[in-house]
């Protein structure tokens, strides 16, 4: 008995062993990738036949952009009939699109077709020489021939000799026909993007013309310190008009703590409201803040006292913010957008004693990385950097076990008998939970490593979005390739020749070393493992057809709706279109087409597979852009230099491949002078792709990136052409000012069909209660104030019968927005900055961009935008909503949360003939003037004097 439970654990223990170094031995087998095609394409067919079926009856989840979209971006409109998605996505052109969707969108697209155009070629390429040259070249050197697979046929394993001259030929054909597409493509792309340069919504943007300056030292922490650095980086003939970027405290942890418990209250007030007929017998509790004890108190009282405690505090901060205490970032906007670009270009190599950037769009910058110091940065850059390298090599041991035993729970069962025994008594089960655990466990894993690479370059000094999501791009690339690519494909190869070197380390290791042929086994490894990257590639269709259906969008909602407690905020949420996550797709694109190349030239198989996926998937996310998804924050095309530099790589890693391959089946044999000649043949590719990054960042990088390298004084018939009004409502101090300043607050929201509870809800509170959780600092004060439950721009109070206009007294109910049944749609809340802000970016696709800078009617300082013609305005009974927000109140007054603090007080409109940035800049030097003060003279320019301090007064 012993001896039987030593042998099986022997048995399992060498099992284990060798499903680690092969971990894809059972996946070779024909029927595996016939029910790889069944079970890809089968479910992935069905999938679009129930998208072709739903769409029409479904615009709220298949087409949420067209819906809530203005005119000028909104996609033609679609028939009613099953396919006719089709026809419309097809007859859209590319220059329709980049004013329906964006230029991000338009180059991502593009992208999408210079893949699928590349694997055709590649298709023709591999299958009309690999393939011959493999089944031919290998049958008459092998005896059992005819008991290969057919698939293990196509691989170069088993030819020998000068054959591989074809392999060294294809590596040529590979890369030239990669290089082609791509400078194909980059004249493309810089077409559209100087195109874009040229549209009326970049001229007039604000952020076309501004640059944003980091790393200030002291002395030129003024307004005029910031110009004499630009000029000191680059003359030019109109002098531009700066803002210094200033302290704003707390604030933005404040904002934060208080939109979080505006959020939580919601969810409490909701679930407590669930059903308005039948309250729980228990109010819902909570724990308290840190700094309240932590003990368990009543959700709905304390969160609503604490909501009211933090805007308190928010507006006596915002009070305290004066012009003193400049930090060390500051914006410098220019008349001509020509101008701002030459400097910019000027300081890209050596800023003058400071960085210099083109200014991203205000919304899109991380505030809280602009005044990070030089040294903080480097010492983030480096230990996250390390994290992030901890954290892929960490990823390898659970992603090489997940995929040894999730992907075929019978090798979980050669190591686990008892296991098996379940298993062979419930075959029927337990395959179902492989087809549903195996990928869900995948995508879980997976899930977070954007999130955490996002979170370590805000925290690492990222100055905004878009810079922040090219490099999670690069960083995600780099961490599929090894983990997914090179570790999952090589590891098996290395193992064996690592336990072939043990156990002959009596022959000596050097000698077991060269007996080994590492080189051999990696390539046979390699031959081995592309049958389930075939696989793989062929269930990329089955995700295409989930994205277009948008299965996990139905899922999802159908479980907030019927296992939780939506609050209003949540339900509005979810009918709003979802931004479109490109570092995402970029990611698994460009790892499509790594694996397409690299295993390609292996099994040509999974050329054709390849280029079929990305051929469906053009379709598919052509149709997505322009009706699901939006773009969150414009970069105008900013992905393409790195998109290329990936494709080279890519490409570099292919003819690795291929060079390994070559050289693998000559080492030891007579042909081994043969093969070294294929590879010194090969020796010019690396130098030939770096020729051609050379030859692409000469002719290409600059006019994508820079609108002019020439400031406008020194452009031919420049002087014929002036720009006044540009400069006139110039409001580079106004957009650019610290959201945290003016950003509005949010207001709960619950319901309408709850609104005759919260009477009851509130009842037992009175008036004395507002004094419990005054601000700490000032409780010990004379001048303590009692904290306010008036938080956010809506009213809702119990107003007296006998005296009109007067509140009762006794019951306090703080205000809330009621939301109708009817109103929980994204259509009626696009609009709102709290909601523009994260499924709209700057508001353009609505109609409401905030970056334009020569727009009639532009708010003035620390103001947010209100259209008078909203929704949300008053309505009489024949088109009033429910919601308290079209009901309550004169929306003429500055939106709750808008506060002019010391020292930022608010600008006169441009109808009163005062100018924004306060001041012209002479030529002769700089001094400036205001309309409503005396001339301060630019020699005399200190903490008390200088044009900064006066700027702002009325």
Avoid at 214 to 241: C, Q
Avoid at 903 to 930: C, I
């Amino acid at each position: 008995m012993d001896l039987t439970k030593r042998e099986n654990g022997e048995s399992s223990t060498d099992r284990f062993l060798d499903l680690i170094a092969d971990p894809f031995q059972a996946q070779v087998q024909q029927n595996s990738i016939y029910a790889a095609v069944i079970y890809s394409f089968v479910v992935s067919g069905l999938l679009v036949v129930v998208f072709c079926f739903l769409r029409p009856r479904n615009s709220r989840i298949y087409a949420p952009r067209a819906k809530h979209a203005d005119e000028k971006h909104r996609p033609i409109p679609l028939g009613k009939k099953p396919f006719s998605w089709l026809t419309a996505v097809k007859d859209v052109k590319e220059s329709d699109l980049v004013e329906t969707v964006g230029l991000d969108a338009v180059v991502f697209l593009r992208f999408m077709r210079m893949l699928r155009n590349i694997f055709l070629v590649l298709t023709i390429i591999g299958c009309g020489i690999l393939i011959p040259t493999n089944v031919v070249g290998g049958s008459p050197f092998y005896k059992q021939w005819s008991s290969v697979p057919t698939l293990m046929k196509f691989t170069p394993q088993y030819i020998f000799g000068t054959k591989f001259w074809a392999f060294v030929i294809v590596a040529y054909l590979f890369q030239f026909t990669v290089c082609f597409f791509l400078w194909w493509n980059y004249r493309a792309v810089l077409k559209l993007r100087r195109t874009y340069f040229n549209t009326q919504e970049y001229k007039a943007s604000l952020h076309s013309r501004t640059l944003l300056l980091t790393h200030i030292p002291n002395a030129s922490r003024t307004d005029a310190g910031l110009v004499e650095l630009v000029e000191k980086a680059k003359p030019t003939h109109d002098m531009p008009r700066a803002a210094i970027g200033r302290n704003v405290k707390d604030l933005p942890k404040l904002i934060k703590t208080h939109d979080e418990a505006v959020r939580e209250l919601e969810k409490h007030l909701a679930e407590y409201l669930r059903n308005p007929n039948q309250l729980p017998a228990k109010r819902p509790t909570c724990k308290a803040a840190k700094e309240d004890g932590k003990h368990k108190v009543d959700a709905i009282d304390y969160l609503t006292d604490r909501v009211a405690q933090l805007e308190t505090t928010i507006k006596e901060v915002r009070e305290s913010v004066d012009m003193r205490n400049p930090m060390s970032y500051g914006f410098v906007s220019y008349a001509h957008i020509e101008d701002a670009h030459a400097v910019a270009h000027a300081s890209r190599k050596k800023g003058p004693g400071c960085n210099v950037h083109l200014a991203p769009k205000p919304h899109d910058l991380l505030w809280q990385n602009l005044p990070m110091t030089r040294r903080t940065r480097r010492i983030r850059a480096f230990w996250d950097g390390l994290w992030i390298v901890l954290f892929t090599v960490a990823f390898v041991i659970p992603n090489l076990l997940t995929s040894v035993f999730l992907s075929d729970f019978s090798h979980l069962g050669l190591v686990w008998p008892k296991f098996n025994t379940n298993l062979q008594a419930h075959p029927t089960g337990w395959a179902v939970a492989q087809g549903i655990l195996a990928p869900l466990v995948q995508t879980l894993m997976y899930m977070g490593v954007p999130i955490v690479f996002r979170r370590l370059f805000t925290h690492s000094g990222d100055i905004s979005r878009t810079s922040r999501e090219r490099h999670v791009t690069s960083r995600l690339y780099a961490f599929f390739v090894f983990n997914n690519l090179l570790v999952f494909s090589v590891f098996g190869s290395a193992w064996r020749f690592v336990a072939a070197v043990i156990a002959a380390h009596d022959q000596g290791v050097w000698h077991a070393i060269q007996d080994g042929h590492l080189f051999t086994k990696v390539m046979t490894g390699l031959c081995n493992v592309s049958t389930f990257w075939l696989t793989w590639q062929m269930q990329r269709n089955l995700g295409a057809a989930i994205d277009l259906s948008q299965a996990w969008i139905f899922l999802w909602t159908w479980i907030q709706r019927t296992f939780y407690s939506p609050t209003p905020r949540e339900l509005i949420e979810l009918s709003a279109p979802q931004p479109f996550p490109y570092a995402d797709y970029y990611n698994n694109y460009l790892f499509v087409a790594t694996v397409g190349m690299c295993m390609g030239a292996l099994q040509p198989i999974i050329l054709p597979v390849t280029a079929f996926y990305l051929a469906i998937d053009c379709v598919f996310k052509k149709y997505l852009l322009q009706y699901v998804f939006i773009t969150k924050t414009e970069s105008g095309g900013r992905f393409w230099r790195l998109l290329v530099n990936r494709m080279l790589f890519s490409v570099m890693f292919a003819n690795a491949v291929i060079a390994l391959v070559v050289g693998a089946q000559g080492v030891g044999s007579i042909n081994s002078v043969q093969n070294g000649n294929m590879l010194y043949a090969m020796a010019p590719l690396p130098f030939l792709l770096f020729g051609f990054k050379w030859y692409c960042k000469r002719a290409f990088d600059d006019k994508l990136l820079y609108y002019s390298t020439i400031p406008y004084s020194d452009l031919e018939g420049s002087h014929s052409v002036d720009h006044p009004k540009e400069r006139k409502s110039n409001r580079v101090g106004v957009r650019y000012g610290h959201p945290a300043l003016f950003k509005k607050l949010l207001t709960p929201m619950v319901h309408a069909k709850s609104q005759h509870l919260l009477k009851e809800i509130y009842g037992h509170r009175s008036n004395t209660d507002r004094n419990i959780f005054e601000a700490p600092h000032r409780r010990s004060t004379d001048r303590a104030r009692p904290a306010t439950l008036s938080y956010g721009d809506m009213y809702l109070t119990d107003m007296s019968h006998d005296q009109p206009g007067k509140q009762t007294q006794g019951g306090d109910i703080p205000n809330i927005e009621l939301v109708a049944e009817s109103d929980l749609d994204f259509e009626n809340f696009k609009k709102r900055a709290e909601f523009r802000e994260q499924f709209g970016g700057d508001g353009e696709l609505y109609g409401r961009p905030d970056d334009f800078s020569s727009r009639p009617g532009t708010p003035s300082t620390f103001t947010t935008l209100t259209d008078m013609n909203s929704p949300y305005r008053h309505r009489d009974s024949a088109g009033s909503r429910v919601s308290s927000r079209t009901r309550l109140g004169d929306m003429e007054e500055p939106e709750q949360g808008t506060s002019y603090p010391q020292g930022y007080q608010r600008t006169p409109r441009a109808d009163d003939g005062f100018q924004p940035m306060g001041a012209a800049v002479s030529n002769e030097g700089l001094q400036t003037t205001s309309s409503r003060q005396p001339l301060v003279s630019g020699d005399n320019r200190d903490e008390d004097t200088s044009y900064e301090q006066f700027r702002y007064r009325g």
